[in-house]
């Protein structure tokens, strides 16, 4: 039961970098996101997507670009990393429009020296 | 940009003792979920609550959602060790977009032995 699966589990940067997070779910899950955890902040919402080919910003989404071609896939782009991008990453998935159950990934802590 | 207040942020208690973590909003929830997160893992779903008033138990948890859907608490009787972690609470908005989830910046509870 593979759920969702996020990679690389951790990475360090130069800041000025490119770096995509991986992210991929087996439950034909509609509806994708990304979210970013920093310590006193909570989860806050970067981007999502309610299907392939449609992705929306959340809460936070300067500094990162994402895109959906497939159902199963939903990688997140920074093209430029920054110190203030340094956090960890969530990615989650749901069947459909929310209350639904959030399925979440273990995590990518990133680190922009 | 609504705001959902978690308190208390840290709590540290003993093994035996009672507890209730408190999600507060000026705004009204259309649904309102709880999440446990424990170190190098994503949260995962505890509990989703919709109607106003609702009252929901999973073991030695019980959920509460207010009348007006602007609150919620989660209540945990004769904590154990194995409850240790990071309570979130996350709503939708009444209102607002189906598709975007706002979490609360979390409570951190250690039950020690």
């Known amino acids: 039961n593979a759920g969702v699966t996020q990679t690389p589990k951790f990475q360090v940067l130069k800041t000025g970098q490119s770096m995509t997070l991986q992210c991929a779910q087996d439950?034909?899950?509609?509806?994708m996101s990304w979210y970013r955890q920093d310590p006193g902040m909570g989860l806050r919402l970067i981007h999502y997507?309610?299907?392939?080919?449609?992705?929306d910003q959340g809460e936070v989404p300067n500094g990162y670009n994402v895109s959906r071609s497939t159902t199963e896939d939903f990688p997140l782009r920074l093209l430029s990393a920054a110190p203030s991008q340094t956090s960890v990453y969530f990615c989650?998935?749901?069947?459909?429009?929310?209350?639904?159950?959030?399925?979440f990934g273990s995590g990518t802590q990133l680190s922009v020296l | 940009t609504q705001l959902l207040e978690q308190s208390p942020q840290f709590l540290s208690i003993q093994e035996g003792e009672n507890l209730t973590v408190y999600c507060n909003s000026s705004?009204?929830?259309?649904?309102l979920q709880w999440y446990r997160q424990e170190p190098g893992e994503g949260p995962v779903l505890l509990v989703t609550?919709?109607?106003?008033?609702e009252v929901k138990k999973l073991k030695r948890l019980t959920f509460q959602f207010g009348d007006a859907r602007k609150d919620s608490s989660l209540h945990i009787t004769a904590a154990q060790p194995g409850d240790t972690g990071l309570y979130l609470c996350?709503?939708?908005?009444?209102?607002?977009?189906?598709?975007?989830?706002?979490f609360g910046k979390g409570t951190l509870l250690t039950v020690n032995p």
């Open positions: 989650a998935s749901s069947m459909g429009s929310l209350p639904g159950q959030l399925f």
């Open positions: 439950m034909n899950h509609e509806y």
């Open positions: 997507s309610v299907g392939a080919g449609i992705t």
């Open positions: 705004s009204v929830f259309s649904s």
């Open positions: 609550v919709v109607t106003g008033g």
């Open positions: 996350a709503g939708a908005y009444s209102g607002g977009s189906n598709y975007k989830l706002t």
